[in-house]
């Protein structure tokens, strides 16, 4: 008789993936996000589905000996070592194109809240200051300058969203050519930091972006600018930040990733009012997390039947042969 696949999964994810699983496989649902954890749990699973907060480092890939396919639910793979996956020959997949726009509505919300003083006109109400309306604190974002690190699809989406709204959009991204007419397109990071009303981040984790906003950056800001980071918590460096608010060298910030997640109690961006702050929730919502699951779940399923599943993105590692062969037989596009 041949045995079930076995389906490691990190934390929940959408009924719509689970659906797809069904009852071909059998699950193995993390109680928690510890490595402990996943190093025990991992020796049994043929797949594993994984979200943010998991690590799978070399040593618990290493103990996966049955794993085929680790698929990382939306797109970022900090969280994965892709060259140890790929030496062993097992596929990291991503789920690209499932929740840019959800991400970008995310920062528009942000820019609307920190302009319109949502959080602080609402908590007004609340302690009866009803006086507040007559604040100057509120802004029109018409024709403020979005600033935007990163052109990828998120990136994309937040700058045509942004110039709908009437902002001067202007994008910094030494690799990829910006295809919107209405928005601007720089080599000059410094001047896009000096000259933006708002800095939005969509840039992946890498050793180049590694804490890349940090003093000198911040620094350059205008006393009435606000960053906003929904792309990965490691883009900024979270005490050179703290230091900015603290002396007013910024309006405030709209943070939804952090070097260290969950974010600690206590941690010190919680004492701004200025600053909000959410659990990098920026590309979940009822329908991205269904079409999230659903490309995971189809990933780990095509890769248990002998397929080749979407969005592998650590070819590059494979050993020559097996990369040449998987190519030569597929005819995959890494697409």
Not at 107 to 113: C, P
Not at 266 to 271: C, K, N, S, V
Not at 274 to 286: F, K, Q, W
Not at 295 to 307: I, K, N
Request: charged letters at 25%; a neutral charge.
């Amino acid at each position: 008789m041949t045995a079930i696949p076995k389906i490691f999964i990190s934390e929940p994810i959408n009924k719509r993936g689970m659906d797809i699983l069904g009852d071909q496989v059998e699950i193995l649902l993390a109680p928690d996000t510890k490595k402990e954890t996943a190093l025990i749990m991992i020796k049994d699973a043929d797949a594993a589905i994984l979200r943010a907060t998991t690590r799978f480092d070399s040593e618990v890939i290493e103990a996966g000996l049955k794993l085929k396919a680790i698929v990382r639910t939306g797109v970022g793979l900090d969280n994965v070592d892709m060259k140890c996956a790929g030496e062993k020959g097992i596929y990291v997949c991503n789920t690209p194109g499932t929740n840019d726009e959800t991400v970008a509505e995310h920062v528009v919300a942000m820019v609307m809240a920190l302009s319109k003083q949502v959080i602080g006109m609402d908590r007004a109400v609340r302690e009866q200051r009803w006086q507040e309306r007559f604040s100057p604190m509120q802004r029109d974002v018409k024709n403020k300058i979005l600033g935007i690190i990163g052109l990828g699809k998120t990136g994309l989406a937040t700058a045509r969203f942004c110039s709908n709204l009437g902002m001067k959009v202007v994008a910094y991204d030494p690799y990829v050519k910006n295809p919107l007419p209405a928005v601007s397109q720089t080599d000059d990071l410094d001047e896009l930091f000096s000259t933006s009303d708002f800095v939005t981040l969509h840039c992946p984790s890498t050793p180049i972006t590694h804490r890349m906003v940090g003093k000198r950056l911040l620094k350059m800001m205008k006393p009435s600018a606000c960053l906003i980071n929904a792309s990965r918590g490691d883009l900024v460096e979270e005490e050179a930040l703290v230091k900015a608010l603290s002396h007013n060298q910024i309006a405030g910030a709209a943070i939804d990733v952090f070097e260290r997640e969950p974010l600690p109690a206590g941690h010190p961006l919680m004492a701004f009012s200025n600053v909000i702050l959410s659990p990098h929730v920026a590309g979940s919502t009822t329908e991205s997390n269904e079409r999230i699951a659903t490309a995971a779940a189809q990933a780990v399923m095509d890769t248990l039947a002998g397929l080749v599943p979407k969005h592998i993105c650590n070819l590059d590692y494979f050993p020559k042969d097996k990369k040449d062969k998987l190519l030569h037989d597929s005819g995959y596009s890494f697409s």
